[in-house]
């Protein structure tokens, strides 16, 4: 049973910054791609960045140059470093990963909360 587990959320001022961690577990192999999505209150999920096993990224146009996605594929972990955090950046933060094996397997964490606000 593959899970994945989302760490360092909370509550920071406009322009500080914050890391999420998110490790996997239960898998037994590496997947494809891993990274983050968000959602805020009444908004879809959104993408905020993603790192393939070779490390390419991919990111949110919202979010490009202020974060950065990296994985450590040894320990199936997923980071996202956040930097000058803006309110509109409040959302729950979800993890996800995907494994490409003749068929696409995702899989998602509960969510990590962020807050931005004074």
């Known amino acids: 049973q593959v899970q994945l587990v989302e760490s360092g959320g909370g509550l920071v001022q406009p322009g500080g910054s914050l890391r999420l961690s998110c490790a996997a577990s239960?898998?037994?192999?590496?997947?494809?791609?891993m990274g983050w999505f968000r959602q805020a209150p009444g908004k879809k999920r959104e993408l905020v960045g993603t790192?393939?096993?070779?490390?390419?990224?991919n990111y949110g146009d919202s979010v490009k140059g202020r974060f950065t996605v990296s994985r450590d594929n040894d320990k199936n972990t997923v980071y996202l470093q956040l930097n000058s955090l803006k309110p509109e950046d409040t959302a729950v933060y979800y993890c996800?990963?995907?494994?490409?094996?003749?068929?696409?397997?995702?899989?998602w964490g509960k969510g990590t909360q962020v807050t931005v606000s004074s």
């Open positions: 790192v393939t096993r070779g490390g390419s990224t």
């Open positions: 239960g898998s037994g192999f590496s997947f494809d791609t």
């Open positions: 996800n990963a995907e494994r490409l094996d003749g068929a696409r397997y995702l899989y």
